[in-house]
């Protein structure tokens, strides 16, 4: 698996790439989440991986929203933009185009990524253009004091629905999936080891790499993946899903997740009835089982998958956007803004 890193000294063997560490990478702004929030350890796991990715602190951009996770351009010393609720996405897209050498994070939350900008996260996955996306999702509005989100379960309790929530949520893994995203991953706030080896994993995936952040909001909705995060139950809660491995989970490892035609089970490897041989293997070049295991997301009689449930390759959006202006100025040559202006019924406005 090639690096960005190994990209970059093709291009440019010349030059010598600055060695840094994650203290390069923190800004001189005051942190100012509430104390214990999940950002703070999201921010760590990235400063300290930036260093392993070779890329010039002037090459890197970070784009955010609104919304807690937003702040996160202005803490990491690199450049950035704060733009609108929603827009994001839209900012990123446009900074890649003019600038594919760049390389570009979006920063959003469940709020921000999922409802007001739903519909541009969705045209982002299927661009499939070479940036990241960052998303962290704690079910809830943070930053405007506690109202439900679009992934917060049914029958949540907010500020804004007092007797429940009636909607469904949305299941941001099986949304990236549904529109034709090319890397899909899932990772927690708590387990930093694996944060960041799912960043360096989106970092050196060519094409638009998504990846849900299950991130704890202490103060409006504290413990809402407690059971997936915390020692005495994460174990037989999760399974961390590896390609070419088979899924097994539980704290003594003697459970497995086996398919029964198109019906996830999980089985039991202690009485002898199934062995690791019977269970699936995960392969994240395979769309129809990263389907399938998205799906696990809100069933309760199955395990969370957290890791990697996609990793494919197709062509990105501003390499075909330069190919298309080369093959438009081969067929039609260069174009002329002042013959352009002056051709066909043109008149003076006094």
Same mark, same amino acid.
Not at 127 to 133: E, F, K
Not at 248 to 265: M, P, Y
């Given at each position: 698996?090639?690096?960005?890193?190994d990209e970059m000294?093709?291009n440019? /063997?010349?030059?010598?790439?600055?060695?840094?560490v994650?203290?390069?990478?923190q800004s001189?702004?005051?942190?100012?989440w509430?104390p214990?929030?999940g950002d703070?350890?999201?921010?760590?796991?990235?400063? %300290?991986v930036?260093?392993?990715?070779?890329?010039p602190? @002037?090459?890197?951009v970070f784009?955010?929203?609104?919304?807690?996770?937003?702040?996160?351009?202005?803490?990491?010393?690199?450049y950035?933009?704060h733009?609108? @609720?929603g827009?994001?996405?839209?900012?990123?897209?446009?900074?890649?185009?003019? %600038?594919?050498?760049? /390389?570009?994070?979006?920063?959003t939350?469940?709020g921000?990524?999922?409802?007001?900008g739903?519909n541009?996260?969705i045209?982002?996955?299927?661009?499939?253009?070479?940036?990241?996306?960052l998303?962290f999702?704690?079910?809830?509005?943070?930053?405007?004091k506690?109202?439900y989100?679009p992934? /917060?379960?049914?029958?949540k309790?907010?500020?804004?629905?007092?007797?429940?929530?009636?909607?469904?949520?949305f299941?941001?893994?099986?949304?990236?999936?549904?529109?034709s995203?090319?890397?899909?991953?899932?990772?927690?706030?708590?387990?930093?080891? @694996?944060?960041?080896?799912i960043?360096r994993?989106a970092?050196? @995936?060519k094409?638009?790499?998504?990846v849900?952040?299950?991130?704890?909001?202490?103060v409006?909705?504290?413990?809402?993946?407690?059971q997936?995060?915390?020692?005495? /139950?994460?174990?037989?809660?999760?399974v961390?899903?590896?390609h070419?491995?088979?899924?097994?989970?539980?704290?003594?490892k003697?459970?497995?997740?086996r398919?029964n035609?198109?019906?996830l089970?999980?089985?039991?490897?202690k009485?002898g009835?199934?062995?690791?041989?019977?269970?699936l293997v995960?392969?994240?070049?395979?769309?129809?089982l990263a389907?399938?295991l998205?799906d696990?997301t809100y069933?309760?009689h199955?395990p969370?998958?957290?890791?990697?449930?996609?990793?494919?390759? %197709?062509?990105?959006y501003?390499?075909?956007?330069?190919n298309?202006?080369?093959?438009?100025?081969?067929?039609r040559?260069?174009?002329d803004?002042k013959k352009?202006?002056?051709?066909?019924?043109?008149?003076v406005?006094q």
């Amino acid at each position: 698996m090639s690096t960005l890193l190994d990209e970059m000294m093709k291009n440019n /063997s010349s030059t010598a790439l600055p060695k840094y560490v994650a203290k390069d990478f923190q800004s001189d702004q005051d942190v100012r989440w509430c104390p214990g929030c999940g950002d703070y350890s999201i921010l760590a796991q990235t400063q %300290r991986v930036m260093p392993d990715l070779g890329i010039p602190k @002037h090459k890197l951009v970070f784009v955010s929203g609104i919304g807690c996770s937003s702040r996160f351009p202005y803490y990491m010393n690199a450049y950035g933009f704060h733009g609108i @609720h929603g827009r994001a996405t839209v900012i990123a897209t446009g900074l890649k185009i003019a %600038r594919p050498d760049l /390389s570009v994070w979006v920063v959003t939350g469940d709020g921000d990524g999922m409802s007001i900008g739903g519909n541009h996260f969705i045209h982002l996955m299927r661009r499939n253009l070479d940036l990241n996306v960052l998303l962290f999702n704690n079910q809830i509005y943070g930053l405007t004091k506690g109202q439900y989100s679009p992934t /917060s379960e049914m029958g949540k309790i907010t500020k804004s629905t007092p007797y429940g929530s009636l909607d469904y949520p949305f299941n941001p893994a099986a949304l990236a999936l549904g529109a034709s995203a090319t890397f899909v991953a899932r990772t927690l706030d708590r387990d930093p080891k @694996h944060m960041q080896s799912i960043i360096r994993r989106a970092a050196a @995936h060519k094409g638009t790499s998504f990846v849900e952040i299950y991130q704890n909001c202490n103060v409006f909705n504290d413990g809402a993946f407690f059971q997936f995060t915390e020692k005495d /139950s994460k174990d037989d809660n999760v399974v961390f899903i590896e390609h070419g491995k088979p899924l097994v989970f539980g704290k003594e490892k003697d459970k497995g997740i086996r398919l029964n035609g198109f019906t996830l089970e999980v089985v039991s490897l202690k009485d002898g009835k199934y062995s690791v041989n019977d269970l699936l293997v995960h392969n994240e070049k395979d769309t129809t089982l990263a389907f399938i295991l998205a799906d696990m997301t809100y069933k309760p009689h199955l395990p969370r998958p957290v890791g990697i449930f996609l990793a494919i390759d %197709r062509p990105v959006y501003e390499t075909e956007i330069e190919n298309q202006i080369a093959f438009a100025k081969e067929k039609r040559g260069v174009g002329d803004m002042k013959k352009l202006l002056n051709s066909g019924e043109t008149w003076v406005v006094q």
